[in-house]
């Protein structure tokens, strides 16, 4: 299975940038989907969890209602919609992928591959 990321960049407080992450060697649809960040000096954090088929998400409570997770199964494509951004976004952006969840969409032991990771710049 592989991810790539794109989509990351700089951008000043309060602005938007979306996310993506395209999927192959998987059949997409079947696997769930996660977004993680890690900041400087930081582990890595969950921000985003998406099921099969859209239809149930799950956000950190730092991101809820400024942040958007989606997927277009038909791109085997994930995507993030960040909204209004500060300078506490800034970090790598992962996606992650799993089939199994046992120990929590927040846990990042429950996902099997990673992408390669974009970079988040918000600026003050």
């Known amino acids: 299975v592989q991810l790539q990321a794109s989509g990351g960049g700089l951008v000043q407080a309060g602005g938007s940038l979306r996310l993506s992450c395209a999927v192959s060697g998987v059949t997409f649809s079947t696997y769930k989907m996660g977004w993680f960040r890690q900041a400087p000096g930081k582990e890595r954090e969950f921000v985003a969890h998406i099921t099969q088929n859209g239809g149930t998400t799950y956000y950190s409570d730092s991101v809820k209602g400024r942040f958007t997770i989606s997927r277009d199964n038909t791109k085997n494509t994930v995507y993030l919609q960040m909204s209004n951004l500060g300078p506490e976004d800034t970090a790598v952006y992962y996606c992650?992928?799993?089939?199994?969840?046992?120990?929590?969409?927040?846990?990042?032991?429950?996902?099997?591959?990673w992408g390669q990771g974009t970079q988040v710049t918000v600026s003050s």
């Open positions: 992650a992928t799993t089939r199994i969840v046992t120990s929590g969409v927040r846990d990042p032991s429950n996902y099997l591959a």
